[in-house]
């Protein structure tokens, strides 16, 4: 996968990077979906799977001073840069991008 720049409809602008398969599959995991008599009842961990994605998809772009930690993920004060819409947004083109190679 060549560089990724994507610009969110703010007109931030935020490189995305390859994740693994395991750091893919660690985040479409996260999400728990309960049934009850076979239909969908809840869903837990939304929030949980949209930061994940957001940590482990993303390597750069129109933040104050960006950080990231010995694991290569973006620090706290990164993300909390980003509106609700922003990160609502970001967390597709992420998935999307992830998805490009197959």
Not at 13 to 37: H, I, Q, R, S
Not at 41 to 68: E, N, P, Q, V
Request: proline share 1%; aromatic share 6%; net charge negative.
């Amino acid at each position: 996968m060549s560089k990724k720049i994507v610009e969110l409809k703010s007109k931030k602008k935020v490189e995305l990077k390859e994740m693994t398969l395991d750091e893919v599959d660690y985040c479409n995991d996260l999400a728990v979906m309960k049934y009850d008599e076979g239909e969908l009842s809840h869903i837990s961990g939304l929030s949980r799977t949209r930061t994940a994605w957001i940590r482990r998809g993303i390597k750069g772009g129109d933040f104050k001073d960006y950080k990231s930690n010995l694991e290569g993920y973006p620090v706290d004060s990164v993300i909390k840069q980003m509106t609700e819409d922003e990160k609502n947004e970001l967390v597709t083109m992420i998935q999307e991008h992830q998805r490009l190679g197959e």
